[in-house]
């Protein structure tokens, strides 16, 4: 299969470029892409949901375990969805995933998370409309993604001033899900997202 082919069948160069030549970036801004792509770097069967959703069939023994990662992120976290979702898309942000940057599942738009929260990530240190738990979760997501070895004691002190032990643990293993699967669908050029009703 050629790189221009996709899941059996030809892509035109309106769909490999969007017209332009160059892939568009995601929705937020700063974001450099290494190189422009519009196409899964692997074969994915066409199916409901896109790339994003269908790509876990190549390994179905595995795909129950991204299930539940994603699940339990969503669905059992204690950490606020706002919070969590500010480290999400500062993870999104730093992994130049596309997928990730666009994704909004539905349990989090129920819990009131709007549009304002996304768009000022990149500005987490001064930007007004957050509270102090939210610019927290951004600098920890932040270097959790890029210098994990700079999370210092100085760090901890405040997050531990804000949160609880456990809450600081959740929201670490929130950030390996997000790290984790971020990369893996940037890397392999998954740049839609699926529905998921998480």
């Known amino acids: ?10 892509r035109s160069e309106a769909e490999r470029t969007g017209g332009s030549g160059e ?4 929705g937020y801004p700063g974001l450099q892409r290494a190189r422009p792509r519009n196409v ?7 199916g409901p949901g896109g790339d994003a959703a269908m790509v876990w069939s190549l390994r ?17 976290s204690k950490i606020p969805a706002a919070e969590r979702e500010v480290a999400r898309m500062r993870i999104a942000q730093l ?18 998370v709007t549009d304002e929260i996304y768009a000022h990530v ?6 007004p409309g957050y509270t102090t738990r939210q610019r927290l979760a951004a600098e920890y997501a932040e270097r959790f993604a890029t210098d994990h070895r700079a999370i210092d004691d100085e760090l901890f002190a405040r997050l531990r001033a804000e949160f ?6 959740d929201l670490s293993l929130c950030c390996a899900v997000f790290l984790g699967l971020g990369r893996t669908l940037e890397v392999l050029g998954i740049s839609d997202n699926c529905p998921l009703d998480v």
């Not at 992994?95 to 940057?101: K, L, P, R």
């Open 60 to 76: 179905p023994e595995m795909a129950g375990m991204v299930d539940r990662m994603i699940t339990t992120v969503y669905q059992r």
């Open 1 to 10: 299969m050629t790189p221009e082919s996709h899941g059996g069948r030809e």
């Open 23 to 26: 892939r568009p970036q995601a």
């Open 164 to 169: 609880a032990d456990d809450e600081i643990l």
């Open 122 to 127: 990149e500005e987490w240190r001064t930007w």
């Open 40 to 46: 899964s770097r692997i074969d994915v069967p066409d």
């Open 95 to 112: 992994n130049a995933c596309d997928a990730c940057a666009t994704f909004r599942a539905p349990s989090v738009q129920a819990a009131g």
